[in-house]
Every structure is written in C-alpha cells, then in structure tokens.
C-alpha cells in the first residue's frame, strides 16, 4: 500500500510537529509494510505570506486527490490585523468546508500518568476520565447567511444557527457508531429551551436514537454542559454538539485534562479522507526553537491511520509507543512538572521512534 | 422611604429560599428606617398550572409597576414536556424582554471559607478569584428571527444571532462603568474571527473603550475564554459578553467557585427596576424540606438593596452577615464539607437575621 497525504505544515510550531509525525508514519510504515507520499500543500499564514491568501486552490484540489490531509496548525498574530476574508483561520473553514468534514472527533482523556496536570481537585483528577466529542464541523452559524443591514435601531449585524435534518442526521449517525463502539451512551447537547435549531436537534437525534437501541442517548443544554465537565468530567463518554457550541465545549473539554499538547483530533465526512491536526495552536513565541510537544501531531497521525487508511494495528502501535514514553517520564516543556527534566521536540520524537522499533 | 417589591416565588425550593431574602429585607430594612410592600406575582410551572400560561399578563404588570422584582426559581421536570411557548423558562425570558432587562449582572467569587469546595486544583483555589460576568440579555439569538423552513437540504430550523450597535453599545456602557467602579479591567468575549455579529460587537467596543481611557479593554474569543476560566480564572475581573456565550461561560464561571449555591445575580435596564434572582435553580428533589441554602437569594436581595434602591449601607450589612455566618462555619447541605454539621433552610436564615442586628 501507498498512501497520498498531503500536509499543511502551516505557521509556528507546525512544520516541527508535523515533521515529527512524518517520520513517525514513515517509520510505522516499514514496520506494517506500506508507505506514503508526502505532498506539501501551503495554507494558513505562509499561504497569505507567499499567494496574498490563506487557502490557494492548488492546495484544495491536493488535498482533494489525497488520502487524507495532515495539518500542524495555523495563524498568528502577524496575520491577526487583516481583514476576515484573509486570516488564517479561513483557511481551516475552507478545507473543511471544501472537504465536506463534517464530522470533528475530539477525545480528551486524562493520561493517568499526567493527572497532576490536571487543572481539576485532586479527587476527580484521580477518579480520570475519557471522553470524545463529536462537533458538526460544516453547519450552524459558521457557514448561514451573516452581514449587515439597517434594522429597526440603525446598523446591525448577523450571523444565521441553521441545521437541516439531514446535516442533523449525518452527524448523529457518526456520534451513534462511535457510541456504539465505545461505552454506549451518547450526550447530545443543545439548547433546546430556547433555539429552534436545537429543537430539531433533538428531535432528529431522538429519532435516531431508534435505530439504535443499544446505545443511551440523553440530552443535556449546553449550559449545563459547560458546567458538569468541571463538576464531574467522567460521566461523559461520546458527546455530540453543533459547530458554535462544540468549539466553546471542546476547548473546555481539552483544558480541564490540563494537557493540550497531547490532544489529536480528526475531522471526517462521508468518504475516507479526513484532516487530521492537533487540538494545540501555532504557538508563535516557541516556533523553531525545538520546544514544541510532537505528542498531539503524532496521535494524530495515528487517528488517520485508524479511521482513513485502516491501518488499525499500526495505529494502536502508535499510540502505546507514545504511551510507553510518558510513562517512562519523558517530558516536553508544556507537561513538564516542577523538577522534570525538559526534552527539546526532536528527543521526545526520536524517543517515540525508538519506542516504535 | 417605602418600596414596593414584586416577588415571584417561582417552583421547587423558591418560595423557601424567597421567603427567607423577603425576612432579611424586612429586618435590614427596619435598621435602615425603610420598609417594603410585597405583592407576590405568579410566573413560571405554578402560573401554568394556575393560569395556563407560564407568564399572566397582570404579573408583568404588577412587575412593571414596582421598585424591582424579587425571584426564586422557576421550572421543573413536571412541565418539561410542554411545548416550548408553555414551558416554565418563557417566564424568565419574557419578563426581561418586557423590561427591557438587558444586563445580566453575575459575580462569581471564591469565598476564602469555601475554597474547599473549589473544583479547580489546590492552587488555582488558593490564588482566589473575584469576578463578574455582564451578560447581554434581550438579543442575540435569544429573541432573532427562528423558524423552520424548507431549505436546499429539505427541511431546517434556523436562529439569528443579530446585535444592532446600539444594543451592544448600552451593554457595553454597563460593563465599562462596572469595570471602572471595579479594578479598571474589561475582557470582551466573542468569536470575531468567525461571526459577524462579534464583529459588529468589537468594533463597538473599541469605539466605548475611547470614553473610558481609564479602563483597559481586552478581547477573547468565547472558546479561549471557556478554557482560560479553568486555567487561570484569576486573570478575570469584569466580563462582558453577549447573551448565549454569556449564558455558557456564567454557568461555567459559578461552577468553577464550587458554590452555586452562594451565587446572586442582577438584571437591569435603562431604568433603576431590576429583577434579582439566585443562580441556581429550582431544585425540585429538595423542594418543601427546608433544605435549600437562602444564601444565593439573600444575596440577591443585597444587590437590589445596592442597585436598584440605592442603600448601599444596608447592602453591605446584609453581605457582611453573611459573611460573619460563612466565616462562624455555618453550612446548608450544599456547601458542608464530609463532617460538617448541616443546617435546614430555616436555620441559616434565622443566623443571617441574627448577625444583621
Ligand atoms: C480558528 C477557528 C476558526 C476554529 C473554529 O472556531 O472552529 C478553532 O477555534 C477550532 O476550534 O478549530
Ligand atoms: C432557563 C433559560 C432560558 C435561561 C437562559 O438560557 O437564559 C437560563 O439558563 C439562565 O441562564 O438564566
């Protein structure tokens, strides 16, 4: 097997983090005898940089005839002072837009190895938790009609919560099967007290929730949710949420594990191609300087390698190579602890390739 | 000097926990050489049940008609089935619109005597916080335009998010002069780099910030501002956001002191009538058992006491024997740490009323 994978180093710490999961999919590759070819697609900040904008087609259209698209991470506050249309998170909305990923899983896991980082009391910190939060990635007030006009008290301006039950329905199938395959219980979380849009929320996925009658679907308001992921993290499990509110709760949700540097994330659609990125930024003030944490982009790469290219065992081999060097005591900066020696990015790399072998 | 208070009692614990602020006004108030006329007005579950309809026409009058509006809780699972026009919360949501209250006032402290029951980690509890959100309350997608529709995908449901400049400007003058009364720092929240409406929201900000040299006006955006409450909530003095975020990040705010229980709030428009209510909510299981904490509605009533009626000598008399009765180990069910006497509703009263004389 040969796989295509276009990657968006993008800004800041990006092309480090990313260069570290190359070498940790190459390496994985020879093990399980397959291989990929690297195409280096420009978006983000550098794309604005070099073509005056944030996503050029040609990088749509590699992404396009790729398996799947690995991304570092985009922006900075060098491009913060341009106008909406040329910042370099429209390129992130662009892919996913252009990509149809409608579907973005966020699991944040307590490691037990790193619980002192969590920003939680110590008796939920040790009781741990594991969740995946299923946002609608395609949908809602990031995509509906917005603008300005004249209304009844002069100059205004809007932005359109709008879900179809077919957008409503595709993503609550992704949440069900994840559910399905994982404890069996799935929060659905809206504001159905208020919005509209959240009351066909609900409806739809109640409706699903027949089709499904081995997995327990309760509904919670978001802002309920907000506070029962510091209260009592561990009652979640699979969680799925729209655009808006999955952003709020997601950032939440990676916060209180109190390790962002460790979180991947994969954002899907109908076929197998995804994105596939750290939940962390482009950390401007560490770029080039060997500091960042590969840890998240190479969890990542994992994901892809289970949920685009299939490669399950690879994945999971992956994934306890990293396992095996946290609980060895290595750390990076950002989940060091006072007195915990500090590795640069290209030793905790070349820990996890050795981890690997 | 002689007011007139509307009072909702509301469902489950309300009536307790009102009961107990409608005392300790009463008290406070013959120190002060004030009293009050109260006229209990029916909203919420019992007005469905009484009347048919969550909010009867001559409530909001007799609203309108007072000095400001005391309320308990409203709702419960017993009318939670009941279409969206017949549910408890339309009550809440009525009543602001149709006194035009449009700022949301709500602290959210780390009392010293409680920071045990703080869910963020030890030191984050012991560095403290003192904050306070102003929530826009009358627009944004609370009251848009919503429907359902057929769309290009069949049929949707859809809310607008819409802000007029002038409604966040009169937010934004509240939150401004909060800030200067305060410690003369304002964080904006809004998710600028996606909606348009947070756009609008900034600008005029900024624009406020201009007549207030002596405030230093910050932007968030929602998501960075849901984790940053968890990281590190002392960097937060006053808040301004609009009336979803605003909703998300308050209940995450006072879940993060641990003590919902002890948390009032204010709503107020153009005029000095308010409405004052506890945080937390109907607590149905515990209703009629004298268990509720009269805390969080006591300190309501010290807000209204402050800004609505102007006797801040008053208001802080009511604060500081709460304080004294905290401070002396006092504890209602919800605030008991393991080995804590617990105290029935009636009681923690009955030691407020005696360290106010
Ligand atoms: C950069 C921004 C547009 C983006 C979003 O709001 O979706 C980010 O916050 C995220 O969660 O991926
Ligand atoms: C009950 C509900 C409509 C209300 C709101 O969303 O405003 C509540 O959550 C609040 O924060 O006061």
Wanted: hydrophobic share 40%.
């Amino acid at each position: 097997m040969n796989y295509n994978i276009a990657v968006i180093e993008g800004d800041g710490i990006g092309p480090e983090v990313v260069n570290a999961a190359i070498e940790v999919l190459n390496t994985v590759g020879k093990k399980y005898k397959f291989s990929f070819v690297f195409k280096k697609v420009s978006a983000g900040g550098n794309a604005i940089d070099r073509f005056g904008t944030p996503l050029p087609k040609e990088s749509v259209q590699t992404c396009l005839e790729s398996n799947s698209v690995l991304l570092g991470a985009v922006g900075g506050p060098k491009w913060d002072i341009l106008p909406g249309h040329l910042r370099p998170e429209k390129a992130l909305l662009g892919i996913r837009k252009e990509l149809e990923l409608y579907a973005n899983l966020r699991p944040a896991r307590l490691l037990p190895e790193l619980k002192d980082a969590c920003p939680l009391r110590k008796e939920v910190a040790d009781a741990g938790f594991d969740m995946i939060v299923v946002r609608e990635l395609t949908g809602g007030m990031y995509f509906g009609e917005s603008g300005r006009r004249d209304g009844k008290y002069g100059p205004e301006a809007y932005d359109t919560e709008c879900y179809s039950a077919l957008e409503v329905e595709r993503i609550g199938v992704t949440a069900f099967e994840l559910a399905r395959s994982r404890g069996k219980k799935l929060i659905s979380i809206d504001k159905a007290n208020v919005l509209e849009s959240s009351r066909l929320w609900r409806e739809v996925m109640h409706r699903l929730a027949g089709k499904y009658p081995d997995v327990e679907l309760s509904d919670m308001l978001v802002d309920n949710a907000a506070m029962q992921l510091v209260k009592n993290p561990k009652q979640f499990d699979v969680v799925v949420t729209s655009n808006i509110f999955g952003d709020i709760l997601t950032d939440e949700a990676s916060q209180i594990t109190g390790s962002i540097g460790l979180l991947p994330s994969a954002s899907l659609g109908e076929t197998k191609r995804g994105m596939y990125e750290p939940i962390h930024g482009s950390a401007p003030d560490i770029a080039g300087q060997d500091k960042a944490n590969p840890i998240a982009t190479v969890l990542s790469a994992a994901m892809m390698l289970r949920l685009s290219l299939g490669q399950e065992d690879a994945a999971r081999d992956v994934e306890d190579a990293v396992s095996r060097v946290l609980a060895k005591g290595l750390r990076t900066a950002d989940i060091a602890a006072p007195g915990d020696d500090i590795l640069p990015c290209s030793t905790m790399t070349k820990a996890i390739l050795n981890a690997l072998k």
